[in-house]
């Protein structure tokens, strides 16, 4: 996505485990904190992460801890960009039923997604829909 100079940068793989994931979820937060986000854009930003970690640990990688996910975010005053690889087999985002069509809004499943899509600028899988890759803007506050 956009190339930046970063403050602060983490990339790593882990094995399949949500307090792994819950713990690179705090180390961002802090971050941000220290950078001054919005209460909004850092709430947003925890979402986004949480319904991305859960996506590639549980329903990419079925929870196997012989599989990894692979992390990268990097973070500037003004923009952060995520990217989160698991190792299963992927799945087409645009095949996911709308959650809020009445016919959907009783099924638990795809809610992740438009979370995703709507708290961040930008957000895109890739062909094999096993790699999200997202930024969020911070806001111009005048």
Request: glycine share 4%; charged share 25%.
């Amino acid at each position: 996505m956009n190339s930046q100079t970063w403050k602060w940068s983490n990339t790593c793989s882990f094995a399949s485990d949500m307090n792994f994931a819950h713990k690179l979820i705090d180390q961002v937060m802090e971050q941000l904190e220290s950078s001054e986000w919005s209460a909004k854009e850092k709430f947003h930003i925890n979402m986004a992460l949480e319904e991305a970690l859960v996506n590639a640990v549980q329903h990419g990688n079925d929870s196997d801890p012989n599989k990894n996910v692979h992390f990268s975010c990097n973070l500037n005053d003004d923009l952060i960009s995520v990217r989160i690889e698991d190792e299963g087999p992927g799945f087409d985002p645009d095949a996911i039923p709308d959650p809020t069509d009445a016919e959907h809004i009783m099924v638990a499943s795809g809610r992740g997604v438009l979370l995703i899509k709507s708290f961040v600028t930008r957000a895109k899988w890739n062909e094999k829909g096993n790699v999200l890759e997202f930024e969020k803007e911070r806001a111009i506050v005048s």
